[in-house]
């Protein structure tokens, strides 16, 4: 999830419709989706091999001390040494997604997961952290098939980290991605995954490796990115034409026109994941609920229309206050009470996050709106969408799929429409 800074204003959004050029190309991919045809339905599994401290904030409130806050993954297993963070996070890894998570999201109508995965799992660079989590995506993509739902496999956490976020592994004051080895050693792992998920028999479940999770721009050489993103995509058609999804790192999605799109060597089959939040900023959480509706059809032009490359929203929520407990890290304030550095108190936050059977009839209602205006822009301007995220420890309600539709604040059916259409 993305978590910080004010760059996050929906103005730098970027994903889009398929284009006609590319609508009109003739290729078969191996992969049993048909991109660009069916719409991607999907919802994430994050906080599972990436623990988060909005998702399961128990983690990170019990081995926290005054004198050393657990922020991330990496500090977790700093503070527990290795042995003892692998037990902490292999019963949270046991626990927390089942068979009957994946069963529950396929018979909801979603189609698609995306899975998190920090690069820790793979390769030991001599960080903190504990490997063992590779396994459990292997039980991830086997519960998919069993299912009928397909995989992206997703890149969440690359050495050095290249956003400083929390949900990379580790919280940093600067992205440390693209000094020293780090670069090279992020090629190592994907070559790993796609060594595992890309080839052939995979390609019936797996329909997409993301190499990099939110890249920030901000703090990161452009030039760079994309030559990686070109490295990334020659390496992994060495081993299958498996879709490539890449982020558009928080700016508008023209940036990557004209880049990855010749039709003579399949990279068309390149997908642009853009992450669409409305409260990462204090003019966007003093939104009301109605302006909330008109920022989605306001916004929705820039992504639809802008891209020459199919694009999905990879990431979006239920959210419109940044209440949630740790969504803006460990202990960290919120903008929508003031008490988050730079930002003013809006109002309280009481009712409008927490678990969602403690909700208020109309904020219930308020919430569906937004969701239901969402998905229909996403649809209707993109090739699908992916929810963050399937589940939280239950208080972050906004953000737990599983809350909303056990509440009726997600459509079921998921072309059910409670309320009318905000956007036209």
């Not at 592994?169 to 693209?178: E, F, K, M, R, V």
Request: aromatic fraction near 12%; proline fraction near 4%; glycine fraction near 10%.
């Amino acid at each position: 999830m993305h978590l910080q800074q004010a760059v996050f204003v929906v103005l730098a959004i970027g994903t889009s419709l398929v284009c006609d050029a590319l609508g009109s190309i003739s290729y078969t991919r191996s992969v049993r989706f048909d991109w660009g045809h069916t719409k991607v339905r999907g919802v994430n599994i994050g906080g599972w091999l990436i623990v988060e401290p909005f998702i399961t904030p128990g983690i990170f409130d019990k081995h926290s001390t005054a004198e050393h806050y657990v922020v991330d993954e990496w500090t977790l297993c700093e503070q527990l040494g290795k042995q003892d963070c692998y037990n902490v996070l292999k019963a949270h890894w046991d626990s927390f997604v089942s068979i009957n998570d994946f069963r529950k999201i396929a018979s909801a109508g979603f189609n698609v997961v995306r899975i998190p995965v920090g690069y820790w799992s793979y390769l030991d660079l001599g960080a903190p952290y504990t490997a063992g989590a590779a396994p459990y995506v292997d039980k991830a993509v086997e519960w998919a098939r069993e299912t009928g739902l397909k995989v992206i496999i997703d890149l969440h956490g690359a050495p050095g980290s290249q956003n400083g976020f929390d949900h990379s592994g580790q919280q940093l004051a600067t992205p440390g991605w693209g000094k020293g080895e780090t670069v090279n050693q992020t090629y190592q792992v994907l070559q790993i995954l796609e060594d595992k998920y890309a080839k052939r028999e995979m390609q019936s479940v797996v329909i997409g490796i993301q190499i990099l999770n939110e890249p920030f721009l901000n703090k990161l050489n452009t030039t760079l990115l994309k030559s990686f993103y070109a490295t990334s995509y020659t390496q992994l058609r060495q081993t299958s034409d498996t879709p490539l999804l890449i982020h558009d790192g928080f700016r508008p999605p023209t940036w990557l026109n004209n880049f990855l799109t010749k039709p003579s060597d399949h990279s068309f089959s390149v997908i642009v994941d853009h992450h669409e939040y409305q409260i990462f900023d204090p003019s966007l959480v003093a939104l009301s609920p109605a302006a909330h509706l008109q920022q989605i059809c306001t916004s929705a032009p820039v992504y639809s229309r802008s891209s020459d490359k199919w694009t999905i929203v990879g990431e979006w929520s239920g959210a419109m206050t940044d209440c949630a407990k740790y969504v803006n890290g460990f202990m960290a304030g919120n903008r929508y009470e003031g008490s988050w550095e730079g930002s003013w108190r809006v109002g309280s936050c009481a009712g409008l996050s927490g678990e969602v059977g403690g909700w208020s009839e109309e904020w219930k209602d308020d919430v569906r709106r937004y969701v239901e205006g969402q998905m229909d822009a996403f649809e209707r301007g993109t090739d699908g969408w992916i929810f963050w995220n399937f589940k939280t420890e239950g208080s972050a309600g906004e953000w737990d799929l599983f809350q909303l539709l056990n509440e009726g604040v997600f459509p079921q059916p998921l072309d059910d429409r409670k309320f009318e259409r905000v956007c036209g």
